[in-house]
């Protein structure tokens, strides 16, 4: 899958499936009933409409999260979260809302998260909004109990069940391939002779006991950690749910929805990131790295802003070195900071990722699969994405546009080549926009042109886009982290930049103008 949500088209081995156009009006329609039957996490309201709105103090703390919290329920709205790290809380309100909340002194922006309303904020969920929660009395290496690794097994078999009884009902589910036996491996194969390996000196590979110390978070639809490439990968005292924009560390929050299609995409990025060398399935870039799975992926089928800042500063709180984010934000694709409600949200997910930086992750990025230089003016006429009915308008756009989080400062933003080392036609590139390039695949080649990787059930896929780029680079900074523990975020990108510079091929549409493979082509880091 090239990017989480990309159209509504039926292009399987790229792009989760879509409701779209007259659908979306009936959609809505049923979760009004589902609502009030407590299917949905929205508790229901007087017959009022509300909208989720990141409200964000001057001062970047503790202090601002309070004066944004008390500001936000002096004019009428409720305060669900605070996110002290930044200053900021997420609250729901109905109309005139942000107008009033704006006007307030110590208040530096409010922004609507999304445009289509709901009839009440999140129901309360015991434990939920605790950003603490599951590090206290975390092993040093996440490896599971024995009592947990029996509820695990036990749980996998239901979980693979539904799973399979989820796509045996779904005309449009992602066809899976055959175990490939971790054979004919072309994305790890371009990466260099170490790749896939550890406790392999020789090779320039990390230690296992190194490896271990290493934690990526994947912020995406969620990591089925029942799946046998991923049961020794993902670490339950690292992962959540942050569906609603509240941290929710129960056990299993962090898992997809089998109801939902085609939300095994996190589970592929996991894989390629982090899958076990066992003789089975697929080997990751980095096997043995500890997996923070993170579930971004909403109830709605969204990924909203307050879902992206409450994911990285979970990610960046647990010790995260590598933050992987291979999704762009709903609902808008671009955000505009002419637009008082976008520019609250660059913000927002600004503070976040500055937050995670300074705390020493890497935060990786994927470039988005709509073939768009991202250094010129362009259009986007899907957006908003969670409207309800009616198609979008046509949205000119310039160049301070931005897709978030992957052009925020600092984010290591990663577009797609195809087996032969050639630009993948669907990547977005731009110069100074792209950082590097990575095996992202040819989504019409096939298994042996995409990017084999886990799927939920402990089943096997084959997608291709930029999600995959962006996740060969996580593990590449993995496998960096593992080897040189010395290095804060800053030389981890640095190295991560001169190894693909070592690898930068010559000629048009390679180097030469740095506009579609940014550095190069990502290397494994020595």
């Not at 971790?182 to 990390?206: F, H, I, V």
């Not at 639809?221 to 129960?250: F, M, W």
């Not at 010129?376 to 949205?395: C, E, I, K, L, Q």
């Not at 590139?429 to 042109?449: K, M, N, T």
Request: hydrophobic share 40%; aromatic share 4%; charged share 20%.
């Amino acid at each position: 899958m090239a990017q989480a949500h990309q159209s509504c088209g039926p292009v399987r081995t790229v792009r989760r499936r879509r409701i779209c156009g007259p659908a979306r009006a009936l959609l809505a329609m049923l979760l009004t009933a589902l609502v009030a039957g407590g299917a949905v996490p929205y508790a229901s309201g007087p017959g009022r409409a509300y909208l989720s709105y990141l409200v964000l103090a001057e001062r970047p703390d503790g202090v601002g999260a309070a004066r944004a919290g008390a500001e936000s329920r002096a004019a009428g709205g409720q305060v669900v979260q605070e996110y002290p790290q930044i200053g900021a809380v997420l609250a729901y309100a109905t109309g005139g809302f942000a107008g009033r909340v704006r006007s307030r002194p110590g208040i530096a922006a409010v922004g609507a998260t999304r445009t289509a309303p709901v009839v009440g904020p999140p129901r309360a969920v015991e434990g939920a909004g605790d950003f603490t929660a599951g590090s206290e009395g975390s092993s040093s290496d996440g490896r599971r109990t024995g009592a947990e690794r029996r509820g695990l097994d036990g749980g996998g078999a239901r979980d693979s069940a539904a799973w399979l009884r989820a796509a045996d009902g779904q005309d449009g589910a992602t066809p899976t391939v055959p175990d490939p036996a971790e054979a004919g491996a072309w994305n790890l194969a371009m990466l260099g002779p170490a790749s896939g390996r550890t406790g392999d000196a020789a090779a320039g590979a990390p230690s296992a006991e190194a490896m271990r110390k290493v934690l990526v978070a994947v912020l995406d639809s969620g990591v089925d950690d029942t799946h046998p490439d991923l049961r020794a990968a993902v670490d339950p005292k690292a992962s959540a749910s942050c569906a609603d924009g509240r941290p929710d560390a129960r056990s299993g929050s962090w898992r997809p929805d089998p109801g939902m299609g085609e939300s095994g995409h996190g589970t592929h990025v996991a894989g390629i990131i982090g899958a076990a060398r066992d003789g089975h399935g697929v080997i990751g870039v980095a096997p043995g790295v500890r997996i923070a799975a993170v579930r971004l992926l909403g109830p709605l089928g969204q990924y909203y802003a307050e879902n992206i800042v409450c994911g990285v500063l979970w990610a960046a709180d647990h010790g995260a070195k590598a933050i992987n984010n291979s999704y762009f934000a709903d609902p808008w694709k671009y955000n505009c900071p002419e637009d008082q409600d976008q520019a609250a949200l660059i913000e927002a997910v600004g503070r976040a990722v500055g937050y995670a930086q300074r705390k020493g992750a890497v935060v990786v990025a994927s470039a988005g699969n709509d073939g768009q230089d991202l250094g010129t003016g362009r259009t986007d006429g899907r957006s908003p994405n969670d409207r309800v009915s009616g198609p979008a308008p046509t949205r000119y756009l310039g160049t301070e546009c931005i897709r978030l989080p992957g052009e925020l400062p600092g984010v290591v933003t990663v577009s797609a080549v195809n087996r032969d080392g050639r630009p993948s036609s669907y990547s977005n590139y731009g110069r100074g926009r792209v950082s590097l390039a990575a095996p992202g695949g040819d989504p019409d080649a096939g298994a042996q042109g995409a990017v084999v990787s886990d799927w939920p059930g402990g089943q096997y896929a084959a997608l291709a886009g930029t999600s995959m780029a962006a996740a060969h680079a996580s593990g590449a900074v993995a496998v960096a982290a593992a080897l040189h523990p010395e290095l804060g975020a800053d030389g981890l990108v640095e190295l991560l930049a001169a190894s693909a510079a070592g690898a930068c091929p010559v000629g048009p549409r390679a180097c030469g103008d740095r506009q579609y493979l940014g550095a190069g082509v990502l290397a494994l880091p020595r």
